[in-house]
């Protein structure tokens, strides 16, 4: 994703890259929750002072849905990817594998970002709260859309219900990431998946 920088009002460039700087911020969030992360926390990953950071991304929460924007737009993610499978079977085949590899890479925090923050907000931030429910139905939806156009094409059995089974898979989705931020490794996340698409209908 390309961050739009606003220009400083004396017209110079940034001194620094908003791209990067939101790339830490999204891992401040992630490793501390939107509650638990303070705009100092915030300034010294990002590397610049509040003004800057008003002045780029605008207040805390509208950081943090932009981070979610990054987040979701990353190279390594596989939920709209996975929709584009041919099959049904494949679409939740390329999901599960994806979440299993992805909640469990080492390299970065372990889990969802999205479904974390949901979890971990106060009602202090209902607002946010609000905003990353809102998105992970989003996701259900375009699940659901999904599976429904592939009954209608005699890819899944005529009685399953589309919708039951987007909520399925976003049940095993949601419970994978809470596995991964225990510290379930790839290995065992993938062992889900597998059992999880025995039970697909096909």
Known sequence: MTVTSCPQSVGRPRAFDTDTALEKALEVFWRRGYDGTSLADLTEAMGINKPSLYAAFGNKEQLFLKAIELYES??????LPALEKPTA????????????????????????FVVQGALSCSEAASA????????????????????????????????????????????????MAIQANNGATAEQLQQIAEMTLQAFPR
């Not at 990353?74 to 939920?79: A, D, E, G, I």
């Not at 979440?99 to 390299?107: E, F, I, R, S």
């Not at 375009?142 to 009685?159: I, N, S, T, V």
């Open 128 to 175: 946010v709260k609000a905003a990353l429910i809102n998105r992970r139905l989003a996701g259900e939806q375009k699940l659901h859309e999904r599976f429904a156009q592939a009954k209608l094409a005699g890819d899944l059995p005529a009685h399953v219900d589309a919708e039951v089974l987007s909520r399925f898979m976003g049940t095993v989705l949601q419970g």
């Open 89 to 112: 079977y494949q679409v939740a085949e390329h999901m599960l594998y994806g979440a299993a590899n992805n909640m469990a890479d080492k390299t970065q925090p372990q889990g969802c």
């Open 74 to 79: 990353r190279p390594c993610s596989f939920f």
